[in-house]
C-alpha cells in the first residue's frame, strides 16, 4: 500500500507565500512523476507542476514564474513553492504520484487534498 501524505496549505493574503510537501510512503522502489493538481470549486482539477524522476518539469502557464516544484528521490517527497499567489490560485491541491514502482507493479496514487485559500 502506498500512500501520499500532504502538508502546508493554509489561508494566505494575495502576494503572499507558500509551501505545499508530499511524502509518499509504502513498499516504493521508485517514482516517475511527482506532482500536483488542484481542483477550484465549480471547475474541473487541473495539472500544476510536475517533475519526473530526472529533474524535467512541467507547469501550467498560470504559475510560471511564480511557482517552483522540487522534488527528493531519497525521501519519496515532492515540494510545491508558491509566491507571488493570487486569488485565482485559491483551490484544493492534490499530489499525485505516477508510475510508482511496487511490489506489485506499477501505481498511480493520489493524496487526500490540501486547501489552499489566497484572500484579504
Known amino acids: 500500500q502506498v500512500q501520499l501524505v500532504e502538508s502546508g496549505g493554509g489561508l494566505v493574503q494575495p502576494g503572499g507565500s507558500l509551501r505545499l510537501s508530499c511524502a509518499a510512503s509504502?513498499?516504493?522502489?521508485?517514482?516517475?512523476?511527482m506532482g500536483w493538481y488542484r481542483q477550484a470549486p465549480g471547475k474541473q482539477r487541473e495539472l500544476v507542476a510536475a517533475?519526473?524522476?530526472?529533474?524535467?518539469?512541467n507547469y501550467t502557464d498560470s504559475v510560471k514564474g511564480r511557482f517552483t516544484i522540487s522534488r527528493d528521490n531519497a525521501k519519496n517527497t515532492v515540494y510545491l513553492q508558491m509566491n507571488s499567489l493570487k486569488p485565482e490560485d485559491t483551490a484544493v491541491y492534490y499530489c499525485?504520484?505516477?508510475?510508482?514502482?511496487?511490489?506489485?507493479?506499477?501505481?498511480?496514487?493520489w493524496g487526500q487534498g490540501t486547501l489552499v485559500t489566497v484572500s484579504s
Open positions: 499525485n504520484a505516477d508510475k510508482v514502482l511496487t511490489t506489485t507493479g506499477y501505481l498511480e496514487v
Open positions: 509504502g513498499s516504493i522502489f521508485s517514482i516517475y512523476v
Open positions: 517533475m519526473t524522476r530526472q529533474g524535467t518539469t
